[in-house]
């Protein structure tokens, strides 16, 4: 099992999500401490200035951006859209 933090920026983000929002990050967050890369989330690593991160789908809209440390946490930098968050 995965350990999960937010960054403050991250957090902000999180508050500010509608009912749908949310209910679709608390899915993808019960999915992700488990499995960060099961094939529901279609998380894939990035290139470019966020070489060492990984991008996850919270919704058909809005994406995770986080990196793994130690193994078994999860540090999730950004939430937003597509053009938000790259």
Known sequence: ???????SRARKKVK???TQELKS????????CLDPFDSRL???K????????YSARISYSNRAIFFIYY???I????IGSHDEVY
């Open 1 to 7: 099992m995965y350990v999960i933090e937010l960054t």
């Open 25 to 32: 990050f608390k899915k993808f967050l019960a999915i992700a």
């Open 16 to 18: 500010k999500m509608d």
């Open 42 to 44: 279609k998380t894939h």
């Open 75 to 78: 540090y999730i930098t950004d």
């Open 71 to 73: 193994e078994k946490n």
């Open 46 to 53: 990035l290139n470019g200035e966020l070489k060492d991160s």
